[in-house]
């Protein structure tokens, strides 16, 4: 299977997937890392362009994911790119990774770009129905600590589990390798990007579904083939 994750930041695809990515990988699948603002050059306190692109590739090599896909796009700026650009972007690298599985951010969670970025992927991944293509099989909204989950629920717009991977706490312990692998993104407890929110939010997803440490992904698509 080949998995495409298609995210705004550079250290969102391990916040959301990370655990997943090294397990799947392991297990023989490929996964590819499509990240929309490569350079978030409006990021505090973030290193310098080529040093964040040497993070960048090295999360990756941590989780087993293909070298990262790096997008123009500035961060903190995605309302004001037209979404026909976004959705064309997402497109081309749909037509050339020709993935099985496609990962994007909630569509109600509180950062506008991942926002603009879930709209976007939405609206791309129905290319397979447009042009002679290997038909996506999923589509499903991840979870970013310390964002989807301080968006206000509306209308039961919230991310809401009903899909999960068991991560293990070898996935675990790969996910926070890679978020440290980036300059700045873990923080101390009580933090939710911390160790010990993100070992909890591993155990509480794995909670829900019986199983030990889990991400959690909402179903936007899921094609059952009998």
């Known amino acids: 299977m080949i998995y495409l994750s298609v995210t705004a930041h ?11 990515t090294a397990v799947l990988t392991s297990n023989g699948h490929q996964v590819f890392n499509l990240i929309l603002s490569g350079d978030v050059e409006a990021r505090r306190h973030r290193p310098d362009v080529e040093e964040l692109k040497a993070h960048t590739h090295f999360a990756q ?3 087993g994911a293909q070298p990262p896909i790096l997008g123009p796009f500035p961060n903190i700026k995605f309302n004001s790119i037209p979404h026909l650009e976004l959705v064309q972007f997402i ?5 050339q990774i ?15 770009d ?7 992927c939405q609206a791309a991944v129905r290319l397979f129905q447009r042009k002679p293509m290997k038909p996506l099989k999923a589509l499903y909204f991840m979870e970013v600590p310390s964002s989807t989950d301080w968006a206000f629920p509306i209308d ?10 068991e991560i293990g706490e070898v996935g675990l312990a790969k996910k926070l390798e890679a978020l440290y692998a980036y300059e700045g993104v873990m923080r101390p407890y009580p933090h939710p990007r911390s160790d010990e929110a993100m070992r909890a939010l591993a155990v509480l997803r794995g909670s829900q579904v019986g199983r030990n440490l889990c991400e959690g ?3 936007a698509m899921n094609i059952i083939e009998p």
């Open 217 to 219: 992904f909402q179903t």
């Open 91 to 95: 497109e081309k690298h749909i037509e």
């Open 114 to 120: 991942h926002y603009h970025t879930s709209k976007a």
């Open 98 to 112: 020709q993935p099985d599985v496609v990962v994007t951010h909630h569509p109600y969670d509180l950062n506008n």
């Open 61 to 63: 090599q941590i989780v």
């Open 10 to 20: 550079p250290d969102d695809e391990i916040l959301g997937f990370g655990g997943s």
């Open 156 to 165: 039961g717009q919230q991310f809401r589990p009903d899909t999960f991977i």
